[in-house]
């Protein structure tokens, strides 16, 4: 069975600071993860995902996560944070192949000081 | 990238009605699609896997009766919430495989806000 934990369902973060969402994950077979962003009542879009191969992904809007295996860990990061940013943001993993379901964590959201 | 689209966006029904969702992918073809539920402030909870031309796989507690699905062409998933009551009011999202290529990226349409009275 596959889970997923986000520390902190609220993070703060002044403008043009770093950005750190993280995400735990436990999988019974090599994980597929994948972070999410949700604007208010809105559809989800995809930020990045890892599959195999490199282990930092680069996503859009200039987020990127590290798949680390060894901490069962895939932390969402971001240089400079800006206010369009704030969001919702969910971290996934998917079952198993590609005809399976995602299991989400609760999510983060993300607020933006000015 | 790929577009999914629902609708209606918004609905609110009298308990007791039905109700009709409908997810389309618009630029390729999904062979597979996902039906999800948000509560508020929560996550999102798969309820059933929808596969062109078979039955819906649900997940454990989803009542199939009641959450009606069918994928009837490559393009199309519908989601019939039947004698809807309250508690059935909710967020309900969905999601198509995009299996083209390497990307196998499940892309999500932007919701279906659902209101029973």
């Known amino acids: 069975a596959q889970s997923v934990t986000q520390l902190g369902s609220h993070v703060s973060v002044s403008e043009g600071a770093l950005v750190l969402l993280r995400c735990n994950y436990s999988?019974?077979?090599?994980?597929?993860l994948f972070w999410y962003v949700q604007y208010p009542n809105q559809g989800l879009q995809l930020l990045l995902k890892?599959?195999?191969?490199?282990?930092l992904v680069k996503g859009i809007n200039g987020f990127e996560a590290e798949f680390k295996k060894s901490e069962t860990s895939f932390h969402l990061t971001k240089p400079s944070a800006h206010m369009s940013d704030a969001a919702e943001y969910f971290c996934?993993?998917?079952?198993?192949?590609?005809?399976?379901?995602?299991?989400f964590g609760k999510g983060t959201h993300l607020i933006i000081q000015p | 990238g790929a577009v999914v689209s629902q609708h209606p966006s918004r609905v609110i029904c009298k308990s007791g009605t039905s109700v009709k969702i409908e997810c389309r992918s618009l630029?390729?073809?999904?062979?597979?699609m996902f039906w999800y539920r948000q509560f508020p402030k929560k996550s999102l909870m798969l309820m059933a896997t929808?596969?062109?031309?078979?039955?819906?796989?649900?997940e454990q507690g989803v009542e199939k009766d009641k959450f009606l699905i069918n994928h009837a062409s490559l393009t199309l998933s519908t989601l019939t919430v039947t004698s809807a009551h309250p508690e059935d009011s909710s967020f309900y999202i969905c999601?198509?495989?995009?299996?083209?290529?390497?990307?196998?990226?499940?892309?999500f349409g932007p919701g279906t806000r659902l209101t029973v009275l």
């Open positions: 996934a993993v998917r079952r198993g192949g590609g005809a399976d379901g995602l299991t």
């Open positions: 890892y599959t195999t191969g490199a282990t």
């Open positions: 929808s596969n062109e031309g078979s039955k819906a796989t649900y």
């Open positions: 999601s198509a495989r995009d299996g083209r290529g390497s990307t196998d990226t499940q892309y």
């Open positions: 999988s019974s077979v090599p994980p597929y």
């Open positions: 630029d390729f073809q999904a062979t597979t």
